[in-house]
């Protein structure tokens, strides 16, 4: 891929790079025991800045159908993210007022962490998840799912099969689909003309400010801004009327858009390019930080295990050429991924009970986002005097 990268939103040709991190494998490409002496593919993980439309972006070098046919992140595993869901849904009974008679569809609606407290409520639902395997189960947990990416025309066959929606719900997929505009129509398609489409993802502006650069991955093809959310969905016919910032993932915006038929002025703002600067420069402080800390503790003879094996651990073990030798090990909530191994590091996932097994110095979390719940969860690893390590926004023991 070249220079002549054109942007995905507006056509201008792409010249100007936000951050280049090399290359690394898709991050939710997990390893059997049985895959670890074959070759690996890796990709270069390069993102562009639209001088024209700002929208940052990171080209489609790793096809969408490669990286949601068989997907192992299950939300339901993550307490807060639950109740997160739950209180949205309760709200928007409210707002909305919906009922037996309405109807919500979620895009990319995973497991069912979301709909279920819809069912619960009584409102009839439509889940769209592209992983098969994902959208079984929430089937077998009686959450009416299809399995298929949100677009145009799917959109429209969806809405012709079960009628339009009063709410429409995308949490953490506007920056997961590689055609933003065909996206935004498929929610313009299954929203009634007086519905509310409602789309959470994680925000731009809080990435740079805390340094996010590790929820950078392939499967992220763009990384938005009130701004350059609101010019996609004004092309599928959306119009921005309420936002909100979120602390989820991290810091993350709630955007509210209703069909232009109904809604009002669209709300502003601006972001310059001037805006972006200085990201690369903190990217690789952080580097050096984790690597010198790290190398340090291997001189000292202290044990270093991981937390979590999130798609973000990835890209930061991958940038900063983190494996076995620096970090033994890591462990997950999710039984799905014990005995597996991550891309690219090879580093193996186990379940939590190793950590008592084994009891190392330190132990690096990795979903940042979750820290407070993780540092409680794991309040027992301080009997054995092992303190805890985060490395983003700035490396910190404790
Ligand atoms: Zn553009």
């Given at each position: 891929m070249g220079e002549s990268v054109a942007c995905r939103l507006c056509g201008e040709t792409l010249t100007r790079t936000f951050v280049d991190l090399g290359m690394s494998p898709p991050c939710e490409s997990y390893l059997r025991a049985d895959q670890i002496d074959s070759g690996e593919t890796f990709y270069p993980l390069h993102v562009r800045i639209c001088d024209n439309c700002l929208l940052v972006q990171l080209p489609a070098y790793v096809a969408a159908d490669d990286v949601f046919?068989?997907?192992?992140?299950?939300?339901?595993?993550s307490t807060s993210w639950v109740e997160h869901a739950r209180r949205f849904v309760v709200d928007m009974q409210e707002r909305l007022?919906?009922?037996?008679?309405s109807l919500i569809v979620e895009a990319?609606?995973?497991?069912?962490y979301l709909l279920q407290h819809a069912v619960a409520l009584g409102i009839p639902v439509l889940g769209i998840e592209p992983a098969a395997n994902i959208a079984e189960i929430a089937n077998q947990k009686g959450i009416r799912t299809e399995s298929y990416f949100l677009g145009e025309e799917t959109g429209a066959d969806a809405a012709a099969r079960h009628g339009q929606a009063g709410l429409v719900v995308g949490n953490n997929v506007f920056a997961h689909v590689p055609d933003i505009v065909d996206f935004a129509k498929g929610l313009r398609a299954l929203v009634k003309d007086d519905g509310l489409v409602s789309l959470e993802f994680p925000h731009l502006l809080r990435l740079i400010e805390r340094r996010q650069?590790?929820?950078?991955?392939?499967?992220?093809?763009q990384y938005l801004t009130l701004k350059t959310a609101a010019l996609a969905l004004e092309r599928a016919g959306l119009k921005v009327v309420d936002v909100q910032e979120l602390a989820s993932h991290g810091g993350s915006l709630r955007v509210m858009s209703t069909p232009v038929e109904t809604a009002g002025e669209p709300t502003e703002l601006v972001l310059t390019v001037?805006?972006?600067?200085g990201f690369a420069k903190d990217v690789f402080a952080i580097k050096a930080d984790l690597v010198t800390f790290l190398v340090q503790a291997a001189r000292a003879g202290k044990t270093v295990a991981g937390y979590g094996a999130p798609g973000k651990g990835n890209t930061l073990l991958n940038h900063c050429g983190i494996r076995e030798d620096l970090l033994a090990y890591t462990v997950d909530?999710?039984?799905?991924?014990?005995?597996m191994f991550l891309p690219g590091t090879h580093i193996p996932i186990n379940a939590e009970e190793r950590l008592a097994e084994t009891r190392p110095d330190y132990i690096v979390i990795l979903p940042w986002n979750l820290r407070e719940e993780i540092v409680h969860q794991l309040g027992y690893a301080r009997e054995w005097g092992a303190k805890f390590v985060v490395p983003i926004p700035r490396l910190e023991v404790i």
């Open positions: 046919s068989d997907y192992l992140y299950f939300s339901s595993y007022d919906l009922g037996a008679g990319a609606s995973n497991d069912g650069y590790d929820t950078i991955y392939h499967e992220h093809y001037e805006g972006h600067e909530r999710s039984p799905h991924k014990h005995g």
